[in-house]
Structures are given as structure tokens and as C-alpha cells.
């Protein structure tokens, strides 16, 4: 079987460290804990940055170059920035895509609108035109994550008017208490919607985590972790590292006898140019 993709969503932008005390919060923190799972076994990164001053999200390049930078210069992991900002803020589109500037290799595109507490994260077609245009212009491969099956249709529309480049990458997200729940019929329901040569992986939110990640094990798919998608490392107990995570992930893997690519490895399963 292909070997698996681990990627580790470092930070996010909406847990706080009265949430969790674990939560990297600073540029430092946040290569520091990148690094770590890049050693640990994760091939790419996905990464929000938080203002230093009150340590919420924030599209801010300076930022975003305070983390891309080391992490270039001290590993070979696969960059994957985030275009959702703040998701429920909504904030105005040129700031959310302005991280695509730094030409990462990956860059997220939540391909439509959903709830979520209670507000909701616009995706207005607009903005996906948007997005989806300054991707292609800089060369920056959208991984397009999926909360429901309409943003699957969306996003094969966009294919089909040559939006969007084949071969696609998705990225599941399973279990937020406002799209797709975290379910082995669910997912399947979603993956059957996917070309047949598109890449992807599954997010499992909360206690969906474990469930969703050996579907995608099993059936040849890939593996996101980290504390952006959960603080718990099982029940009751909250993880104290993104790399508690990854770790896991490479044991239960190498366990099955399925083994774990390298950023190289990685950048040829999902068709990337390198930087
Ligand atoms: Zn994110």
C-alpha cells in the first residue's frame, strides 16, 4: 500500500491557553512544535499564526514569514498555509489568501460555507473564485477540505470549468458538530463522490480522531493530527505536544505494516512541485 502522509495542524486559530496550556501560540512555539513533528514522522505542516498581543489567529504575512522561514531552513517539511483566517470572523478576502504570497507547497480551501458555533465560516463563491485563481497563478496546490458532500460537487464543478487542477487533494473533516459526522458510513458517502485518481485524508475531530484515522489507514488514505483538531490525547487526558499525536500515528502505522513518507516521498504522491 502507498505509504501515509502524516500532517500536523500545529495551532489553528481558535484555542486559547485557557483551553489547553499546550497550545503553541508564538512564531517560536509554533516552529519549535513543527519541528518536532517533522522529526516524529509528519511530512507536512499546516499552519495558522496568532498575533503576539492577544494570541488570536491572524492572516498577517510577517507573521506567517516568522514561521516559514526557520521551518525552511531547518527541515524539508511540506508547507501547507491556511487560507481560512479566523474561521466564523470572516475576514476580508485579500488578507485571507495573502499567506498564498509565501508560496507554500499546500495552501487550505474550505470549498464552501458552514456553521459553526454560532456564527458561520463564509466561503462565498467569490472568495473560492478567488482563492482558487491566485492558487493557480502562483503554482500553489489547493488542498480543498470538505466538511459536507456539497462542497465535494463544488469543488468538481470548479474542475470542470477548469478551476481547479487534477489531480486533486482533499482533506476530510469528519465530526464537527455542524457538517459530516465522524462515522465509517459518512465518510464512505463522501469518498465515493471523489475522482478516482485524487489524493486525500481525513481529519477526525474530538473523539472521531482515532475512528476516522485507521479508516484512512486501512484504506489507503492519509492522516491529519494535532491540536488543532483535538486537545485530547484520549479520553479525559489533554495531549502536551503535536508530536504525541504523530507519534501514535507512525506506531499504529509501522504496527499494520504500512509505512510513513517522507516530505520527498510525499510531494511525488500528491503531484507537488518543490520549492
Ligand atoms: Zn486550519
Given at each position: 500500500?502507498?505509504?501515509?502522509?502524516?500532517?500536523?495542524?500545529?495551532?489553528?486559530?481558535?484555542?486559547?491557553?485557557?483551553?489547553?496550556?499546550?497550545?503553541?501560540?508564538?512564531?517560536a512555539e509554533i516552529v519549535q512544535s513543527a519541528y518536532e513533528c517533522w522529526q516524529?514522522?509528519?511530512?507536512?505542516?499546516?499552519?495558522?499564526?496568532?498575533?503576539?498581543?492577544?494570541?488570536?489567529?491572524?492572516?498577517?504575512?510577517?507573521?506567517?514569514?516568522?514561521?516559514?522561514?526557520?521551518?525552511?531552513?531547518?527541515?524539508?517539511?511540506?508547507?501547507?498555509?491556511?487560507?481560512?483566517?479566523?474561521?466564523?470572523?470572516?475576514?476580508?478576502?485579500?488578507?485571507?489568501?495573502?499567506?498564498?504570497?509565501?508560496?507554500?507547497?499546500?495552501?487550505?480551501?474550505?470549498?464552501?460555507s458552514i456553521n459553526l458555533g454560532g456564527t458561520v465560516f463564509i466561503n462565498s463563491p467569490e472568495f473560492l473564485e478567488r482563492a482558487a485563481e491566485k492558487m493557480k497563478e502562483t503554482g500553489v496546490k489547493p488542498e480543498i477540505e470538505i466538511f459536507d458532500l456539497g462542497m465535494i460537487i463544488t469543488s468538481l464543478r470548479m474542475r470542470d470549468q477548469g478551476k481547479l487542477d487534477e489531480p486533486l487533494h482533499f482533506q476530510f473533516v469528519m465530526g464537527t458538530p455542524w457538517g459530516a459526522p465522524a462515522t465509517p458510513k459518512s465518510f464512505l458517502h463522501l469518498h465515493e463522490h471523489i475522482p478516482e485518481d485524487s489524493t486525500w485524508s481525513i481529519i477526525g475531530i474530538g473523539k472521531g480522531h482515532l475512528p476516522m484515522s485507521l479508516m484512512a489507514l486501512a484504506m489507503g488514505g492519509h492522516i491529519r493530527v494535532g491540536l488543532e483538531d483535538n486537545i485530547y490525547y484520549s479520553k479525559g487526558a489533554l495531549a502536551e505536544s503535536n508530536a504525541q499525536f504523530v507519534k501514535r500515528i507512525v506506531r499504529i502505522s509501522r504496527e499494520y505494516g504500512r509505512d510513513i513518507a517522507s516530505p520527498d516521498e510525499t510531494r511525488q504522491i500528491l503531484s507537488l512541485k518543490k520549492r
Open positions: 500500500m502507498e505509504k501515509l502522509i502524516i500532517t500536523a495542524a500545529i495551532t489553528g486559530s481558535r484555542i486559547t491557553r485557557e483551553i489547553t496550556p499546550h497550545i503553541p501560540i508564538t512564531p516524529a514522522g509528519a511530512s507536512i505542516v499546516h499552519i495558522h499564526v496568532r498575533d503576539p498581543r492577544t494570541g488570536q489567529g491572524t492572516q498577517d504575512v510577517e507573521v506567517f514569514r516568522q514561521v516559514v522561514e526557520p521551518l525552511r531552513e531547518k527541515t524539508d517539511l511540506i508547507l501547507c498555509l491556511t487560507t481560512s483566517g479566523i474561521p466564523g470572523r470572516n475576514l476580508p478576502t485579500d488578507d485571507r489568501i495573502a499567506p498564498v504570497d509565501l508560496l507554500p507547497e499546500l495552501a487550505s480551501f474550505d470549498a464552501g
